[in-house]
Each structure stands twice: as C-alpha cells, then as structure tokens.
C-alpha cells in the first residue's frame, strides 16, 4: 500500500483527497518510481479546477517527481531499478508516493543534482528550454518582456536569458518579487501594481519595445503584451493563470504591427525520447555549472499529505520561484 492525492470533483483546492491505494505493476514499457520529491506547477490548478478537464474521475494529480526507480517492466533497456531519475511527462498521478511511468518519459539524474533540485526544476526548466531555443531561439543582446518573473518558471528563465546574454525584463507583483528577479539576472523588472507595463517597456527601451512576449498570465495580459512588441514582433501565449484569452479577431495581430501569435507547449515540443535527452542534457548543464540554481526554500515544501495547504499557497500568489510536496 502507498498514499496518493486524487480527485472525484473538479473544484478548489478542497476536492483534493489523501488517500490509500495499491500500486499496480508497470506494465512492459514502464518503470516504477518511488517518488523522493514532486514538483508542483500551476498547470496542475488548471486540471484540479477543471480549465482543463482531467480524462475521467476520480483522477490522480501531478506529472513531475524525481526519485528512484524500484521496478522496471518487461521491454525497459534504458533504465535500471536503483536509478536516479526525474519526469515531468507523466501520465496524471506524480502527487503520490509511488508512480509508474513509460520509460521514454524519464531522464536519468546525475549525481550532481538533488531530487528536490530535479522535482524543482524539471517541467519549469524544460519549459525555459523550449521558449528559449526553439519557441523563439534567444539570442545574446535581444530584448524580451517575460510576465511573472518572479514565479517558477520565471526565477528559472531570468537566469536563462542572462546565462545566454539576453535582456530580460520581467514582470512582477512586488517590490520583493522585482528584488528576486533582478538578483536571478532580470536585466529589468515592472511592478505592475503600481506601474504601466507598456509605459515601463517603451521607457526601458527608448521607444523601440521587444523582440518577443513570454506571456503565462493570458487574459489580464493578454493587449498590453501586443502593444509592447515591436513590428513582426512574436507573442508566445503558454498559460492562463489570469484566465484564458478567448475571443481573438486575428485583424488585431495586423492592427499592432502584422504581428505573429504563438500558443505552444511542452507537450508539442518535447515528443521523443531523443528530444527529452537532449532537452534535459542543456537544464542539467547549467543547474550543476551554477548557471541556474532552483534550491526551494522550506516554507515552500509541504508534506504530501498537505497538498490542499500547498494549492492555496500557490493561487495566492504568496510564493515565488518553485514548490514541492515530499512523500
């Protein structure tokens, strides 16, 4: 027997049950890990609430654990019990002490890196790969405006752009949140409580706006990200955490400056084994140089069995950078 969060409702934070449950056997192309850590990502409020319906009820919740592998099925080659290995492609289920999950869907984790490190860090940072190199590849000396600077996510790719020479400027909700992201290498920051995004990035850039739009809060967002873009300018739409952006008339892409709209995510990026290697071989490099660094303070690391505690926390938006749940 082992303990799990699922769901039998979508809802808040309260449908969220910890539960008993017998692990079933990884079927011939799974691996089973007994999860050390787990990342917890904003994606999962949206299944939890039902923005996007889970496939059936009662659901299991969570895609991202780090851990170590304690049995394998009948066709697994590239994985042995007794690895060290990180996901964040999982079938919904990660919010539990023990996960089977299909082979090509792990990274093996070098010594070097924390299981709190890889839960950490593992969807965000291959989220930032995906942005950065093949979203719109980065380039050192371009300026980009990133929204909510300060989140997981965000902490992650202010030390990403600065890493590749990039100039970000980051959103934030506070003057601590600002503080972080410029100590992360936001190369500027915009508290929108208490200025005008479009003001602040004309401003910080003389007139000439950005290159591209990292936009993860969609609808509260979603017409000053257009306006701060430069002609032909890119805006990547990859969240809803404000509500989805809906009703789009495209004339207003020409309107702003025959701009291009993009809503891509890691799902569509990252298909194969080979493209996963790849991805996690870049975010493991610039984790272990120190480039990128996603240790989670200890307010920010909830029991398991606390997981309710832990999305209310996150929808609060009392928390900056990455949060974990421990088995």
């Known amino acids: 027997m082992a303990k799990r969060i699922e769901f039998s409702a979508t809802g808040g934070p309260e449908v969220l049950r910890y539960c008993e449950f017998t692990p079933a056997d990884p079927t011939a192309d799974e691996v089973q890990v007994e999860n050390k850590a787990i990342g917890i990502n904003y994606i999962d409020t949206y299944i939890r609430s039902g923005l996007y319906p889970p496939a059936n009820l009662p659901s ?30 999982s079938a919904s289920g990660a919010y539990s002490k023990v996960h089977n999950i299909q082979e090509n869907k792990l990274a093996v984790l070098p010594d070097a890196i924390s299981f709190e490190q890889a839960a950490a860090s593992f969807l965000k940072g291959l989220t930032v790969y995906y942005l950065f190199h093949q979203t719109h590849k980065i380039q050192a000396g371009k300026t980009l405006l990133f929204h909510a600077a300060a989140g997981g996510v965000g902490l992650i790719a202010c030390q990403w752009a600065k890493a590749l020479g990039a100039k970000l400027i980051g959103t934030v909700g ?6 972080l992201a410029k100590a992360a290498g936001a190369w500027q920051t915009i508290n929108y409580n208490r200025e005008n995004i479009v003001e602040r990035v004309l401003d910080i850039t003389d007139g000439e706006k950005v290159d591209v739009v990292y936009d993860s809060v969609g609808q509260a967002t979603w017409l000053d990200s257009l306006d701060c873009l430069k002609p032909r300018g890119l805006m990547v739409s ?70 309710i505690r832990a999305h209310r926390t996150l929808e609060s938006r009392a928390t900056h950078g990455s949060s974990l749940l421990i088995p």
């Open 174 to 179: 506070s003057d601590e949140k600002a503080n």
């Open 60 to 89: 299991g919740l969570g895609t991202e654990a780090a851990g170590i592998v304690t049995k394998v099925g009948a066709d697994v080659t590239s994985i042995k019990v007794g690895d060290r290995v990180v996901y964040a492609q």
């Open 238 to 307: 990859f969240g809803n955490a404000s509500g989805p952006v809906t009703g789009v008339n495209l004339g207003i892409l020409n309107q702003k400056g025959s701009l291009f709209l993009t809503r891509p995510s890691l799902f569509g990026y990252i298909t194969t084994h080979e493209e996963l290697n790849e991805a996690s071989k870049v975010l493991f490099d610039f984790i272990a140089s120190g480039k990128i660094n996603v240790d989670v303070p200890e307010s920010q690391k909830f029991p398991l069995r606390e997981a």
